[in-house]
């Protein structure tokens, strides 16, 4: 288990202990975190679980593999801290991972 | 007005098969999808990509499973609505009436929703003001080429569609391409002539920059443009053309008095079918206890409501289960010869 805390595009905080081995999207999803849609279901088709990273921790987390970036840029408003929050998995390393929703997600 | 033992909504694979299934127990169907191809997901959102888990098929592409599913439909004649969205659903008598956006209307005791996650819509820009100036001076597809000619053009995106028309708009008009970082995704090719025309002074390329704000009073004068490192540029501009790809949208389903929980529609596990009779919900687009969104749940589910439209469209025939491999019935409907 590790925590990951979600924070909405308007401040509301939701702080969730994660499975290792499910990845963010699949954390907020199975806690009905707003904000996130994952539309394609984790297939990394479709920059509607973006997420903005929170600066100390963009750096700690595993890079983006080939694809992530071509997809953001389908995102809604994405910056220099946009993920996909499917293609980031939980583990020990990533405990206390802070995480920013867009807006919106389309 | 169209009339049709069943309307199928969504040519995606679940729809192609659901589609099969009404042939082969000899109801007509027509299908209806907002994209102008067929295929839905796999066909939009991953054509290349492998898929490793259709029953019997090791490795196929979205586009290789969609065109199989395309030629296990050749035996019948399956009218394609493409293009089209519904719109409308309304009940009268024993049926449905259903309107789409082009105004097509179809007369039918069943309705299978096979719509996805909902319908293809463009993506767009995120300031609030550009839906004042949307079709108008901001697109997102072009259908007349021609009112570009002699106007300034800012065109946003990094993929084929962007590099595509910026090449092709900068022989007529004079040409922004901006984009949120240096690379692009589109086709190499089509790249270097993009920076070529750029440096024949044909071309004004603004990468890092995404879209800030548009301004104009009722006609669009100019664009803010920001850059990652907060640098603000001014663009005149009559046209700005977002090309970011496609989202999916429920849209007006959300409309039709389905039950509907996280843009998923509710149904049974008998028939498939909604709250409302004669109306049913297969693929990613329906929900219940244990549902697994794989494309193999598509066709099972869809199998299952085919048995149940043929009830309601043939109220005074019973249905026979038959097997493709001996039924001379079916044989006869797929035209092959039985032995």
């Known amino acids: 288990m590790s925590k990951v805390t979600y924070i909405e595009h308007d401040g509301k905080s939701h702080t969730i202990d994660i499975q290792n081995g499910l990845t963010v999207m699949e954390g907020a999803i199975q806690n009905n975190i707003p904000g996130i849609d994952a539309d394609c279901g984790g297939s990394m088709a479709c920059a509607t679980c973006h997420v903005y990273v929170k600066e100390e921790w963009f750096n700690r987390i595993p890079k983006k593999e080939d694809g992530e970036e071509d997809m953001l840029d389908m995102a809604f408003e994405p910056n220099k801290f946009s993920r996909l929050s499917c293609q980031i998995t939980v583990t020990d390393d990533l405990d206390g991972l802070i995480v920013q929703l867009p807006s919106k997600q389309a | ?339």
């Open chain 2, 1 to 339: 007005m169209i009339k049709t033992d069943a309307l199928i909504i969504g040519a995606g694979p679940t729809g192609l098969f659901t589609a099969h299934q009404l042939k082969l127990i000899g109801l007509d169907c027509e299908i209806v999808d907002n994209l102008d191809k067929i295929g839905g997901q796999c066909i939009e959102l991953y054509p290349d990509k492998p898929i490793y888990d259709i029953p019997a098929i090791p490795e196929c592409t979205g586009e290789e499973l969609t065109n199989n599913l395309i030629n296990q439909l050749k035996p019948f004649d399956i009218k394609f609505h493409l293009s089209e969205r519904v719109d409308e659903v309304k009940k009268i008598n024993e049926n449905w009436e259903v309107k789409t956006n082009k105004g097509t209307i179809f007369l039918t005791p069943n309705i299978i929703i096979a719509g996805g996650v909902g319908s293809f819509e463009p993506r767009k820009f995120a300031p609030k003001e550009c839906q004042k100036y949307e079709d108008k001076s901001i697109f997102y597809s072009i259908k007349d080429k021609t009112i570009f000619s002699g106007k300034t053009v800012s065109i946003f995106g990094g993929g084929d569609s962007a590099l595509d028309w910026a090449v092709e708009l900068s022989s007529n008009s004079k040409v922004n391409l901006v984009h949120r970082r240096d690379e692009f995704r589109g086709a190499k090719s089509t790249l270097d002539k993009v920076y070529e025309l750029e440096k024949a002074g044909k071309i004004n390329l603004f990468t890092k920059y995404q879209l800030k704000a548009v301004k104009g009073n009722g006609n669009l004068k100019s664009i803010d443009i920001l850059h990652d490192n907060k640098d603000l540029k001014t663009l005149e501009t009559d046209f700005v053309l977002g090309f970011f790809g496609l989202i999916m949208q429920l849209g007006p389903i959300a409309n039709w008095g389905l039950n509907i929980d996280k843009k998923t529609i509710t149904v049974d596990t008998e028939k498939f079918e909604t709250n409302q009779k004669g109306i049913y919900a297969v693929g990613d687009i329906c929900s219940y206890p244990g549902k697994l969104k794989l494309i193999l749940s598509g066709f099972h589910e869809g199998a299952l409501a085919a048995r149940a439209c043929f009830k309601l469209a043939r109220p005074n025939e019973k249905y026979r289960f038959e097997f493709t491999t001996s039924s001379k019935t079916i044989k006869n409907r797929l035209g092959v010869k039985g032995d």
